[in-house]
């Protein structure tokens, strides 16, 4: 089974940007098998910042991705099976960005560590304690979440929650990152 990728929750991800330091601390994720469809809603964006210099390569880096997402330009290379439909940027006072796409076959959501079994019609996602994954539509099955293929299905990842303080002092919210001059 393949575990859910950073791809969720680390915004340059999606477009092939290496390093990317921007992340979501709630990440909420709907699946609609029969449209084939998944959104991807990343709320309480920040950047791991150190110096003055990474908060100026954060800022520069939130700037590009706002760049490709509003160009709708091409995915990483992992996500050649999905099309970008739709990207929203809020950019008010808390950054937000939700990110909608289109998928052929089920089997293409492995790469983002969504398991369907074709048997059962049913998807699952690996339980993985640190990422607090929340859902209402699934259950739980020893270490998966087990989704109904039949019917769309969501779910949401905090996977920052447990940070060592000593990590945590390196986060800085995308909102008071970007006042910074």
């Known amino acids: 089974m393949e575990q ?12 092939g940007q290496e390093e990317g330091r921007i992340a979501a601390d709630k990440t909420l ?25 990474d908060i100026q390569t954060t800022k520069e880096q939130w700037q590009e991705l706002v760049n490709e997402i509003e ?7 992992s996500l050649q099976n999905f099309s970008l439909t739709n990207a929203i940027v809020e ?19 492995r790469v983002m560590g969504i398991w369907y079994n074709d048997e059962k019609n049913q998807f699952s996602i690996n339980q993985i304690s640190t990422h607090n994954i929340k859902t209402k539509d699934g259950s739980l099955d020893g270490n998966y979440w087990i989704f ?34």
């Open 71 to 77: 160009k709708n330009t091409e995915l990483s290379p």
């Open 4 to 15: 859910i990728e950073i791809i969720f929750y680390v915004l340059a991800t999606f477009f």
């Open 148 to 181: 109904d293929g039949t019917k769309p299905f969501s779910f949401t990842i905090e996977p920052f929650l447990q940070m060592p303080e000593e990590q945590l002092k390196y986060k800085m919210p995308l909102e008071k990152l970007l006042k910074v001059d």
């Open 29 to 53: 994720v709907t699946i609609n098998p029969k449209t084939q469809q998944i959104e991807i809603y990343q709320q309480d964006l920040f950047g791991f910042v150190q110096t003055d210099k």
């Open 91 to 109: 950019q008010k006072e808390n950054p937000e960005v939700e990110l909608n796409f289109k998928y052929k076959k089920a089997s293409d959501l």
